[in-house]
């Protein structure tokens, strides 16, 4: 399987600033999901991005997929207390196969 | 509708102990993936059971085992523990279209303790 790397792997934050993620891998892929894990808690799925350039918006969080399909970025804009936890990019493959990315652990000061 | 449940919610073995957790997917599905996540780490899959076979596997020992019943329910067996196999385990399930994936859907995990 392919290996997606994430950066930052800590980014705290002051509450109403912006945070961004990046999902970064040497070879093209098929597709990618980003999840979310709250602290003590499981993953939770957020977003399937699968065409090159794609572009997702939920509220607050945008998802982009790059056009070479290598990379992809997760921006929260105006951070909440409700944001943090760690989120994760995966790579799927062959069909239903999940490889997750270190996941970037995000805290926000109040 | 009830999501992905597992069992037990916290276990403490000892090492060269045996251990099963259980899991019972989403209702709907007919995959289920395991994953151990260490602490501070992603979930790395250990394998997929879909049709009651073991489809796909991870880099993990044999030591890892499982199984899948017809209710599509699956098993995770790790014998002779090691401190090192202290860990999340997590269950996924999903759909098994053959097609574009779908997404998991995690269970809350079983804290495995190894002393």
């Known amino acids: 399987g392919q290996q997606v790397m994430q950066i930052p792997q800590y980014q705290h934050v002051q509450e109403g600033e912006d945070f961004t993620t990046y999902c970064n891998s040497s070879?093209?892929?098929?597709?990618i999901q980003w999840y979310k894990q709250r602290p003590g808690g499981h993953p939770v799925f957020l977003i399937q991005?699968?065409?090159?350039?794609e572009v997702k918006k939920q509220k607050r969080l945008t998802f982009q997929f790059g056009e070479a399909k290598k990379n992809s970025s997760l921006h929260i804009t105006a951070t909440q207390t409700t944001d943090v936890g760690t989120y994760f990019c995966a790579e799927i493959y062959n069909f239903n196969k999940f490889y997750f990315g270190s996941g970037t652990k995000l805290n926000v000061k109040p | 509708d009830a999501g992905v449940t597992q069992s037990p919610t916290h276990l403490i073995k000892t090492r060269g102990q045996q251990v099963t957790l259980r899991c019972s997917p989403k209702?709907?599905?007919?995959?289920v993936s395991w994953y151990q996540q260490a602490l501070g780490q992603g979930p790395q899959f250990i394998f997929q059971?879909?049709?009651?076979?073991?489809?796909q596997r991870g880099n993990f020992p044999d030591r890892f085992s499982g199984h899948q019943f017809p209710n599509y329910s699956s098993e995770l067996n790790v014998n002779a523990l090691l401190l090192g196999d202290s860990a999340l385990y997590l269950c996924a399930s999903s759909l098994g279209t053959g097609a574009l994936a779908t997404e998991a859907f995690f269970g809350q995990g079983t804290r495995l303790t190894v002393v």
């Open positions: 991005l699968v065409k090159s350039g």
């Open positions: 209702s709907g599905h007919d995959t």
């Open positions: 070879t093209t892929l098929s597709n």
């Open positions: 059971y879909y049709e009651e076979e073991e489809r």
